[in-house]
């Protein structure tokens, strides 16, 4: 059997304001839990793309990346019912900052999605068990650190933006 090893590729938005932090809090299958606003790279869109867009659909509110404030490799293991063996998963995250833009006026959130909030560094700190992820505190105190980098670091060759094999064009267009 010839199998790939695949991460899966996340980004993540970092958003500080007046001292505090965008997080939002979430059903995950192990309670509620507090992230970043983040998900997945989805097919045809860029890292930075995928930040604006999932920050959009899980806070209500426009992102303009403007900075990358890392990369970041994480792994665990997810049980799943009905079966033996836990899912061994490693996510790849791509972490920026910048600008938060206007809130979408009654816009619905992201499935699971309960609210967003803001938390001050010391209160995330002081609530790592309710992380969904190792990576909010790791990030967060990144961005505190001052790191930084050009967004040109992160390359998306258009073909990206190409049609698929299959003929059908990409969902997003380049920015």
Same mark, same amino acid.
């Given at each position: 059997?010839?199998?790939?090893?695949?991460?899966?590729? #996340?980004?993540?938005?970092?958003?500080?304001?007046?001292?505090?932090?965008?997080?939002?809090?979430?059903?995950?299958?192990?309670?509620?839990?507090?992230?970043?606003?983040?998900?997945?790279?989805?097919?045809?869109?860029?890292?930075?793309?995928?930040?604006?867009?999932?920050?959009?659909?899980? #806070?209500?509110?426009?992102?303009?990346?403007?900075?990358?404030?890392?990369?970041?490799?994480?792994?665990?293991?997810?049980?799943?019912?009905?079966?033996?063996?836990?899912?061994?998963? #490693?996510?790849?995250?791509?972490?920026?900052?910048?600008?938060?833009?206007?809130?979408?006026?009654?816009?619905?959130?992201?499935?699971?999605?309960?609210?967003?909030?803001?938390?001050?560094?010391?209160?995330?700190?002081?609530?790592?068990?309710?992380?969904?992820?190792?990576?909010?505190?790791?990030?967060?105190?990144?961005?505190?650190?001052?790191?930084?980098?050009?967004?040109?670091?992160?390359?998306?060759?258009?073909?990206?933006?190409?049609?698929?094999?299959?003929?059908?064009?990409?969902?997003?267009?380049?920015?």
């Amino acid at each position: 059997m010839n199998s790939r090893w695949k991460p899966s590729v #996340t980004v993540a938005a970092i958003i500080e304001r007046g001292g505090k932090f965008l997080l939002v809090e979430e059903h995950t299958q192990d309670g509620l839990r507090l992230n970043n606003p983040a998900g997945h790279l989805d097919p045809g869109e860029s890292p930075v793309q995928a930040c604006a867009r999932e920050t959009l659909e899980e #806070t209500a509110f426009h992102f303009t990346p403007d900075a990358l404030v890392g990369v970041y490799m994480s792994r665990f293991e997810k049980t799943v019912p009905g079966q033996d063996m836990p899912l061994d998963i #490693t996510y790849l995250r791509f972490a920026f900052c910048g600008t938060l833009g206007d809130e979408v006026p009654g816009m619905a959130l992201d499935e699971g999605i309960v609210r967003t909030l803001w938390l001050s560094p010391d209160e995330i700190r002081a609530c790592v068990p309710r992380h969904r992820s190792p990576l909010l505190l790791t990030c967060m105190e990144d961005y505190l650190a001052g790191k930084r980098y050009p967004l040109a670091l992160v390359t998306t060759d258009p073909s990206v933006y190409a049609a698929n094999p299959q003929g059908e064009r990409a969902l997003a267009s380049p920015l």
